[in-house]
């Protein structure tokens, strides 16, 4: 007999201690490091994040340089996870996004599973007619999908034990301008920090606020 059963790779009991434990950090520890095998399993699972029709219409760049998250601070409301956390990730996503990025896509597609791309045609028709719509639909289609990888890296580092913060607080042209990322085709869209919690932030122990789960999970 087939075994149709769930294969756990955590326990159910591990992920919601580690979803639990996981907060918007406020403070970070300037001296954490996030250790650098735990980062590069962030980073692919950055990769991994699902997207409409796997598109992957976004790139994540990682300011490793302090100089230039000390350029950036004064574009986030001087808030201070820029430059205490150990990392800081932009989530951005591509400009004027067309039939040239479905081709590429294609490509890789052909590529990785070793197929004809004539075999992809009706997949290709989709696609395009997906990024053909107005352009201001198209960025608000890719910008949800952009949130997608957010959440995907927010919840893997939850499992990995990283303290993280989503931060929607910068002003995005100025980020734009401090990385050059406009000439380069991309814009950001939200970033996120991510290292290791201060004893200091007053939220690392307020107990977390949710309705219960029989006013926002209904069965149907």
Not at 26 to 45: M, N, R, S, T, Y
Not at 55 to 66: A, E, N, T
Not at 111 to 120: H, I, P, W
Not at 161 to 183: H, Q, T, Y
Request: charged share 25%.
């Amino acid at each position: 007999m087939t075994d149709t059963a769930v294969a756990h790779i955590a326990t159910p009991e591990d992920l919601l201690a580690a979803l639990g434990h996981r907060y918007a950090v406020k403070k970070f520890d300037p001296a954490g490091k996030v250790p650098d095998d735990v980062w590069k399993a962030l980073e692919e699972a950055l990769v991994l994040s699902p997207s409409s029709f796997g598109l992957q219409p976004w790139k994540f760049f990682v300011v490793d340089d302090r100089a230039v998250r000390a350029k950036l601070r004064p574009a986030s409301w001087d808030q201070s996870q820029i430059t205490d956390a150990d990392k800081l990730v932009v989530f951005a996503v591509r400009k004027c996004f067309g039939p040239a990025d479905v081709e590429h896509f294609l490509d890789r597609i052909a590529e990785v599973r070793r197929v004809d791309k004539e075999t992809l045609a009706s997949f290709k028709q989709m696609m395009l007619h997906s990024v053909s719509q107005p352009p201001e639909q198209v960025e608000a289609w890719l910008t949800r999908q952009v949130y997608i990888a957010l959440g995907v890296f927010l919840a893997a580092s939850a499992a990995l034990g990283v303290d993280a913060c989503p931060m929607e607080g910068f002003d995005k042209n100025e980020f734009d301008r401090i990385l050059g990322l406009s000439p380069k085709g991309w814009k950001a869209v939200v970033i996120a920090t991510a290292g290791v919690r201060s004893a200091e932030d007053a939220y690392a122990n307020a107990e977390k606020v949710r309705f219960p789960l029989n006013e926002v999970v209904q069965h149907l």
